[in-house]
């Protein structure tokens, strides 16, 4: 089938998903269309806690995510990681030139190998304030990756997470506290390192008030730390890395 017209079937197809099934079944196709045998459509924290909300939506061998668990590798899959380290699709065979390999994520792609999963590609879903995804497609071990059909997979990995956001009701209303104009202003400050006394003087507050947002900001979150609170405005998109690394060129 001409890609263009998979693309298109897939699209037209996916409106009428409703279930993780019925997506399944169809991304399940779509791979099978494209040269994979093997995809993981699934937020990376699905693997390690399950339940909830979280998707995750795959074919993988049996066995392996039990052999993930045994391992104790969960946490270092290299993939997932490169995940965040980009905003397009990549080859697992340029994993190298995402992150460096250490011999554990070696070790974990050389196990996968044992499952009959062999190379593979991935589509980082990265949604600030939600958990970090990615929907990948391998192939079986031995065979080689169909290198002219992964811009169709990538446009199809992307579509498919959107559709499953869809199923699992993401964003989902209420999800995050809500913090007003001064609360955020004091955790703007509060990631670049000032204290409630600075704070109090940019702000042309008291010390007191400084303080008394900065816990009321705490307190929506229910965290002890003020560490604790940058955390979850970064995950929030309340603030960004620049507010929290200030950038090479204004060092000194």
């Keep these: 089938m001409?890609?263009?017209?998979?693309?298109?079937?897939?699209?037209?197809?996916?409106?009428?998903?409703?279930?993780?099934?019925?997506l399944?079944?169809?991304?399940?196709?779509?791979?099978?269309?494209?040269?994979?045998?093997?995809?993981?459509?699934?937020?990376?924290?699905?693997?390690?806690?399950g339940g909830g909300n979280l998707i995750r939506i795959d074919n993988y061998p049996a066995g392996w995510e039990e052999e993930l668990q045994a391992g104790g590798f969960i946490g270092d899959d290299p993939v997932h990681l490169a995940s965040g380290r980009t905003s397009t699709g990549f080859s697992w065979s340029d994993l190298g030139s995402l992150l460096p390999l250490t011999e554990r994520h070696r070790d974990i792609l050389e196990r996968?190998?044992?499952?009959?999963?062999?190379?593979?590609?991935?589509?980082?879903?990265?949604?600030p304030g939600e958990p970090?995804?990615?929907?990948?497609?391998?192939?079986?071990?031995?065979?080689?990756?169909?290198?002219?059909?992964?811009?169709?997979?990538?446009?199809?990995?992307?579509h498919a997470f959107g559709v499953a956001r869809r199923l699992h009701h993401y964003p989902a209303a209420g999800l995050h506290p809500h913090l007003n104009r001064r609360e955020l202003e004091c955790l703007h400050l509060l990631a670049a390192g000032k204290t409630d006394w600075e704070i109090a003087h940019i702000l042309g507050i008291s010390v007191e008030t400084a303080h008394q947002y900065v816990k009321r900001a705490r307190a929506a979150y229910d965290v002890a730390s003020r560490t604790q609170l940058v955390v979850h405005g970064l995950r929030d998109s309340w603030i960004s890395f620049d507010d929290v690394i200030p950038p090479f060129g204004g060092m000194g």
């Design 132 to 158: 970090a995804g990615s929907c990948s497609f391998a192939v079986r071990r031995g065979i080689e990756l169909p290198a002219e059909r992964l811009l169709c997979a990538e446009q199809i990995g992307a």
């Design 112 to 127: 996968s190998g044992r499952f009959g999963i062999g190379l593979g590609f991935t589509v980082p879903a990265n949604v």
């Design 2 to 22: 001409p890609f263009a017209r998979l693309i298109d079937q897939f699209e037209r197809h996916a409106r009428d998903c409703g279930s993780d099934a019925d």
């Design 24 to 49: 399944r079944a169809l991304v399940e196709d779509a791979a099978r269309e494209l040269g994979f045998r093997y995809f993981a459509l699934l937020h990376h924290a699905s693997i390690r806690t």
